[in-house]
């Protein structure tokens, strides 16, 4: 994405940000994640915090894990049955209020699925092969066949946003082209099929402030990297990865991502816990050196996750608490996906009963 279009969207974000604080009764949100491990405190200082936020201001909030999108870069959907109730806790751990917001799967929703194929029909094959996201999924996942469900699950994704009416992404920057898909769907199906009296509205993007932490080793924070801590990692764990983390030999302490990398990644952790900038804790800890950072960096994490770490290994014994949420935020989407299947049907012609 051009840099122009990326300021046009944050600019775009923040005047929607406001719109959301005064009037939140607008806004049905829908976001999600893929279930391919437990969420990690970059998930949740990127957008698990903001969605609480939002659910708490009183937007309607619909939270996604996206099976079927785990099959994407890779071949077997395995881990899902693990993944999908660990996600759940870490949801309702960090404050998703199952009796408030809805917490789905894309494996419980037929009627979703049934959207993909008229939704296919309104894209052409150039533009789902310039979807910039996708061409860098393809040259990570270096594998040397691409398989069609790459090229098209941005179109599901746009059925995901779209079956519900939703009219607010949280995303971050690499999902935008995926919204743009969604929008375009939208234009054109209402051009199509409900000219005059658009059925589907647009959505938005609400792009997140990425909060540009690292994982312990200084790459992408990731699972598959052993660099991540978990929101349900315990003290201990957050300790030794932390301790792990390769910093420099200056004692004096400052904030500065270009030349010191890791010690600028451990001053955003804490700053993040403590709601202070990474600076404000740089000279706090002055010329205490690396150790005392790591010390604080560690304190802090394990302070602010505390209470979240705590409801969780209490939810942790309630499976069926767990399973409860799921079903319940399952039936209620389900419901909805159904009620726009029909109505779909009903615009393009296709009742005959
Ligand atoms: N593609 C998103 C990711 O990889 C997950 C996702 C699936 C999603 N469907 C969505 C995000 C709908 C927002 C809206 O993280």
Known sequence: ???????????????????????????????????????????????????????????????????????????????????????????????????VSSIFTHSAIPELNQLVLPFLSLVTVGELERNPTVKDEIRLSNRPAVSGMMFTYPVHQAADILFMHANLVPVGKDQLPHLEVARTVARRFNERYSPGDPYFPMPEALLSKSPGLLGTDGRKMSKSLNNAICISSSPDETSALIRKTVTDAEREITYDPSTRPAVANLLTLAGLCQDRTPDDIAREIGSKGAGELKRVATESVNEYFAPIRARRRELEKDPEAVRKALRNGNEKAREIAAATLSRVQDLMGMRYY
């Open 1 to 99: 994405m051009s840099a122009d279009s990326y300021q046009t969207a944050l600019k775009r974000s923040a005047a929607i940000e406001q719109e959301v604080l005064e009037f939140p009764g607008r806004f049905r949100v829908l976001t999600g994640d893929r279930p391919t491990g437990k969420l990690h405190i970059g998930h949740y200082f990127g957008t698990l915090q903001n969605r609480v936020r939002l659910q708490d201001l009183g937007v309607a909030l619909f939270v996604l894990i996206a099976d079927y999108q785990v099959i994407t870069d890779r071949d077997v959907s395995n881990d899902v049955s693990r993944n999908v109730p660990e996600i759940v806790l870490d949801y309702l751990a960090a404050g998703v209020d199952p009796n």
